[in-house]
């Protein structure tokens, strides 16, 4: 186990990069603390499956260094760095039997026979296939074939970390819930730090004691599921994260408060000096309200989604969406729009601009 | 799921009826020939089984058939295992792949008695490059019109020159269909170079590879036209192999009786080793 | 460069040697080639290929194969093409047994039917014509174009049929316009190898042949035998039927490696 440190991590996939554009990976600096469970959350095409492959081996970074407990190790092989990895799509060695998948980490590493035993024994056990041990691997169902893929990455208890790059992709949805599940569960038991790439922020939020949220090659937030939630440090967070995404309208910002078509709007705390660029206000739907006074806004739709209600008002040309959980207005009323000032910041190009409610 | 359609046997009525013509008429001449004899003047006298147990009694059969094994057991022996080395040191991917492919494909559309011809010139002990080569810069006395030895040497240099390039680009395809996570997989494994093959490209492979072998056997197996050109059986008998005595027999003793048994017999072989080479390779996947 | 692809510029070299002392010899004099051995032409003549193509038996042995094959290439694609749309859709009486049954007939020694095709295509009147060799053909290729088309559209899902039918395609319709475009790469990969077999082969097409519909390759046969050995000549004409599987290779370069590993047993 050890902690991993990314430094100045950069990457380009040409030979001769020209702009930032260039990049698959503008500029990384992180920390994984040794036993984490950490989620990596970002759209398609936004750097985590290089930033994931630069972590293995598989790929070596154009620029900056991996650092296993302080240890350079930007240039060592996937098994000289102890590593293991779960494939988006089950890969098992079709040939052999269950069992023979699981032990051949520990055999290629000459491992005593009664330790490989055991080990996958526990594992088995841990991922409930100990009755498949003996079949032919190749005869399995996708999600057991996927079980399998982990189990490889699990038996050896050595690792400096396990990850898994989207690795639920091919299983059913009933069956997703299940096996993320008892991820978390071989979290808590093995201990291990572990990294799980994702673009689906349930699975994001449900497996990780911190996620690592990425656009466009950067990392923009690293926080736990409460904080991404509470308080984005980034629109494309509040965005990304939430059903519906943070509001984010435009603003006008002079002498230190911001308005919004004309309205002064109240907010967290006050706006950091030398804050500039274009200004936007977030509120997460949750906490926008209807009151008698505040901002009028036209009713354009309500969507009852079950437990709540989500309410989509027009204020001007700008889409407002609010999460009511009683009564809510019909279509086409006139209503007066309240945010909560203690979660409504000011966000200066995509980056918050608000100091912290003390 | 495929649906029960008995209409469909209107689709593959056209190629019935092309190779049931070419297939069962001819055949049926063959099975008549089998059964009787003649002296011309298109008089037959009914025999019996008489030719086909003359045939499997026949010495001369035996040796046929049985260089007829040796070659092909040659062949495949050499063209598997090379052809698939070959396509494990190509390079997955890049601009010269597809000059490579071409480049390799190139001796198997040549005309078989072309190439029957082209290896005759090549040999050929004091103008030939390799009859020359041998014997003049090696030293090494060659020459296949005198020597069965020489001869056995060039008809199966020409045969894996001419199809080792099959194995070549099936276990190729093979090859470059593995998703590059299976090779991640088993370097993060710490697998070695020869688990690498054994446990992921092999049996990747497995399919292509059952395709090439048939193809080999049967091909080899049936092979007449390249070494009827290159060595027209000799010296001596020395690779007389099985489709080249047929044709003696049947053409040039114009004996059709024994050569349609013969036939028979052939077909026979090269169905039941095919069907042996088949089940074996597909065993496993049965459970 | 690694060491390692060393191995496949070697295989390439060998494979080349023996194609290039032909072209290099079907470029040198008679007297020169006789006179020993020379690893270049001394003096450089296309006497060789001037007599070719001044010489209708020559020149036409090679547009008769080249009909013939063209003719045979049609033949086997187009009846192929249902018959594997059949194989790979639906299930019906005997399909597994049939399927097998064509299969079979590329493991019957050609050398086995020589004769009795003779006496059936003279016996149907076609013998010496262009047609009986490429009928002919089809008892190997069919099954073979079957094959390969039969494996590429097992890869296409079922889906793409139901939804053409919902859009109101009649069957004729869509398996002209939408079917077969989907899998033009296995209809080339499958005219591909009808092509050079057809090309290739020699025994039959020399034995339904005599005057009219000669091939190439029979044209060169005679040639060794009765002209003397005119080896330059032989070798020119060699050299040319390299050419046209050199140019159809060319345009299935992309597809040759995948075809294969589409089609299965």
């Known amino acids: 186990m050890a902690k991993i440190t990314l430094e100045k991590l950069r990457h380009s996939y040409m030979s001769a990069p020209q702009g930032p554009d260039d990049f698959a990976l503008k500029q990384i600096d ?63 060695y079709d040939t052999m039997t269950v069992r023979q998948n699981l032990a051949f980490p520990l055999k290629n590493r000459g491992v005593d026979d009664h330790v490989i ?8 056990e841990m991922l409930e296939v ?12 996708p999600d057991n074939k996927q079980k399998i893929s982990m189990g490889r990455g699990l038996v050896r208890d050595d690792v400096n970390v396990v990850m898994f790059d989207e690795p639920l992709t091919v299983i059913d949805p009933h069956l997703k819930w299940k096996l993320r599940s008892k991820l978390k569960e071989l979290h808590q038991r093995v201990k291990a730090t572990m990294i799980y790439v994702t673009h689906d922020q349930t699975e994001a939020l449900t497996f990780a004691d911190q996620v690592v949220v990425m656009q466009e090659g950067e990392v923009v937030q690293i926080g736990t599921p409460v904080e991404l939630f509470e308080r984005p440090a980034h629109t494309f967070v509040g965005h990304f994260i939430g059903s519906p995404g943070m509001n984010v309208l435009p603003a006008e910002v002079s002498e230190g408060s911001a308005r919004f078509q004309g309205q002064q709007i109240a907010l967290e705390g006050a706006i950091n000096k030398g804050a500039s660029g274009r200004f936007e206000i977030g509120v997460r739907p949750e906490f926008v309200t209807i009151g008698d006074t505040g901002i009028p806004a036209k009713v354009r739709k309500v969507a009852d989604v079950g437990r709540h209600l989500v309410v989509e008002a027009m204020v001007g040309d700008h889409k407002v969406a609010a999460i009511l959980n009683d009564s809510a207005p019909s279509q086409g009323d006139t209503v007066h729009l309240n945010f909560t000032p203690a979660h409504t910041r000011v966000y200066a190009d995509g980056w918050i601009a608000t100091g912290a409610a003390s | 799921m495929k649906t029960e359609n008995q209409k469909a046997w209107l689709f593959v009525l056209p190629v019935l009826a092309l190779v ?23 008089q037959f006298f009914w025999e019996g089984l008489t030719w086909f147990e003359q045939i499997l009694r026949s010495e001369r059969f035996h040796a046929a058939l049985g260089r007829q094994f040796m070659f092909t057991a040659l062949i495949l022996v050499i063209e598997v295992p090379l052809g698939i080395a070959i396509a494990l040191s190509m390079p997955r991917s890049g601009p010269w792949v597809p000059v490579c492919l071409v480049l390799m494909a190139l001796p198997m559309l040549i005309p078989w008695n072309v190439v029957g011809a082209m290896w005759n010139i090549f040999t050929l002990p004091d103008i030939g490059l390799m009859g020359y080569f041998v014997n003049h810069v090696l030293g090494i006395t060659y020459d296949m019109t005198q020597n069965p030895f020489a001869a056995w040497v060039t008809i199966i240099t020409m045969d894996v020159w001419h199809w080792t390039s099959l194995v070549v680009l099936l276990s190729y395809a093979g090859l470059v269909s593995i998703p590059d996570a299976y090779y991640q997989a088993a370097k993060i494994d710490g697998a070695s170079n020869w688990s690498v093959f054994r446990y992921i490209q092999l049996p990747k492979m497995k399919n292509v590879l059952t395709i090439a072998i048939l193809l080999r056997f049967m091909d080899s197996f049936n092979i007449y036209t390249e070494p ?23 053409l040039g003793q114009f004996d059709l009786g024994p050569a349609a048994a013969m036939s028979l017999i052939y077909f026979a072989i090269t169905l039941f080793v095919s069907w042996l080479f088949y089940t074996l390779m597909t065993k496993d996947d049965l459970n | ?55 209708p038996t020559w020149y036409w042995g090679y547009i008769n194969s080249i009909i013939y094959v063209s003719l045979n290439t049609v033949i086997s694609v187009s009846v192929a093409l249902p018959a594997a749309y059949a194989f790979s859709r639906y299930r019906f009486l005997g399909d597994k047994q049939l399927f097998f049954w064509l299969l079979t007939n590329r493991m019957a020694p050609a050398a086995v039917f020589a004769l009795p095709f003779f006496q059936l295509y003279s016996a149907v009147g076609i013998f010496d014509t262009h047609l009986a060799v490429a009928l002919a053909h089809c008892l190997f290729n069919i099954p073979l174009a079957v094959w390969i088309l039969e494996g590429f559209m097992g890869g296409v899902p079922k889906e793409l049929d139901e939804t053409a039918y919902v859009d109101g395609y009649s069957f004729p319709r869509f398996f002209v316009r939408i079917f077969v475009p989907t899998i033009k790469a296995g209809v080339g990969v499958a005219a591909f190898f009808c092509f050079m077999f057809s090309w290739v082969e020699l025994l039959l097409a020399k034995t339904l042949t005599a005057v009219e519909a000669k091939p190439i390759a029979a044209t060169m046969t005679k040639t060794a035998s009765s002209a003397g050995y005119e080896l330059g ?5 060699g050299t040319l039927t390299i050419i046209p599987g050199a140019i159809v290779i060319y345009f299935v370069r992309n597809y040759i490696a995948k075809g294969f590993a589409m089609g299965r047993v």
Do not use: H
Not at chain 1, 130 to 141: E, I, P, V
Not at chain 3, 13 to 27: D, G, K, Q, T
């Open chain 1, 130 to 141: 100990t009755d498949m041990l003996d079949r032919r691997a190749s005869g399995l169902s």
């Open chain 2, 228 to 250: 009827f050109v290159l060595t027209g059986g000799g010296p001596g008998n020395s690779t007389t192999l099985l489709s080249i005595d047929l044709v003696k027999i049947a």
């Open chain 3, 1 to 55: 460069m690694k060491p390692r692809s060393l191995v496949p510029l070697v295989y390439i070299l060998f494979l080349m040697l023996p194609i290039y002392w032909l072209v290099a010899m079907s470029f040198k004099t008679t007297n020169e080639i006789l006179s020993g051995f020379s690893l270049f032409p001394q003096t450089f003549t296309l006497d060789a290929y001037r007599t070719i193509f001044t010489d």
């Open chain 1, 117 to 124: 035993a055991s080990r996958v024994g526990e594992i088995a």
């Open chain 3, 233 to 237: 000549l032989l070798a020119a004409a």
């Open chain 2, 20 to 42: 049931a013509f070419n297939a069962l008429i001819p055949m049926m001449t063959v099975v008549n020939y089998s059964v009787q004899e003649t002296f011309g003047n298109n």
């Open chain 1, 30 to 92: 992180v920390d994984w603390n040794d036993g984490g469970a950490y989620a990596l959350l970002g759209p398609s095409g936004c750097g985590k499956s290089t930033l994931l492959n630069i972590i293995s081996g598989l790929l070596i970074p154009s620029e900056g260094q991996v650092k296993f407990d302080g240890r350079d190790v930007t240039t060592l092989t996937p098994d000289q760095r102890n590593i293991a990895q779960v494939f988006q799509f089950p890969v098992i």
